[in-house]
């Protein structure tokens, strides 16, 4: 979705509900900061990550991990745009 990568990581720490803010850039809480720019270097097969291609890292996760289709990744992107006013159809397959 085009945000920067140490937005990525503030999310994932929000998100896993650490209780603070991080930056890759700076000292406050940078162990924290380093663990889940590994994990996010992890889903792009340990490649370095940066701002340039943070997205096209995602989307080859959700399309070779977690198995979405380019359709769905497409109705995700247009949810996370506010473009879709409805739910996403039932179509996992587990």
Known sequence: MGAKLDDIINDY???F???FN???YGEVNKE???????LISAMGNYMPVNDQNSQSIAENYLLKTVKLSTVEIG???SKLEGN?????PATCKN
Not at 32 to 38: E, F, G, T
């Open 22 to 24: 991080s930056s890759i």
């Open 32 to 38: 924290d900061s380093q663990v889940m720019l590994q």
């Open 13 to 15: 720490l929000e998100s």
């Open 75 to 77: 109705l995700l992107k």
């Open 84 to 88: 879709l006013q409805s739910s996403f």
């Open 17 to 19: 509900n650490s209780g």
